[in-house]
Nanobody, 123 residues
Framework: EVHLVESGGGLVQPGGSLRLSCQASGFTFSNFAMNWVRQAPGKGLEWVSSIDSSGSNAAYADSVKGRFTISRDNVENTLALQMNSLKPEDTAVYYC????????????????WGRGTQVTVSS
């Protein structure tokens, strides 16, 4: 059974940093590209970042480029997101997910979801 458990969220002031983690189990983690996506209050799902199965290539939404860094550990089966220079508009529930961006730039999620971790950026 696939399990994805996100952690590391919290309340942080603007300009602060957080590091999110996702512990994966129940599938061969090293075979799959992974993503971080987020959902802000009252808004739809937003793709944030992706990393290929080997961890060699990453991509970022323009809104987080230069501030966030995605990484993975295929031995520990973990996915991470280092978030720096946080802004109030980064406030959202963050999820790890094994979906992908299609040719039109729409995020196609996998059916497996964790509970997410809440990130709140506020003074």
């Amino acid at each position: 059974e696939v399990h994805l458990v996100e952690s590391g969220g919290g309340l942080v002031q603007p300009g602060g940093s957080l590091r999110l983690s996702c512990q994966a189990s129940g599938f061969t983690f090293s075979n799959f590209a992974m993503n971080w996506v987020r959902q802000a209050p009252g808004k739809g799902l937003e793709w944030v970042s992706s990393i290929d199965s080997s961890g060699s290539n990453a991509a970022y939404a323009d809104s987080v480029k230069g501030r966030f860094t995605i990484s993975r550990d295929n031995v520990e089966n973990t996915l991470a997101l280092q978030m720096n220079s946080l802004k109030p508009e980064d406030t959202a529930v963050y999820y790890c997910n094994g979906g992908f961006l299609d040719g039109s730039g729409t995020y196609r999620s996998s059916k497996f979801w964790g509970r997410g971790t809440q990130v709140t950026v506020s003074s």
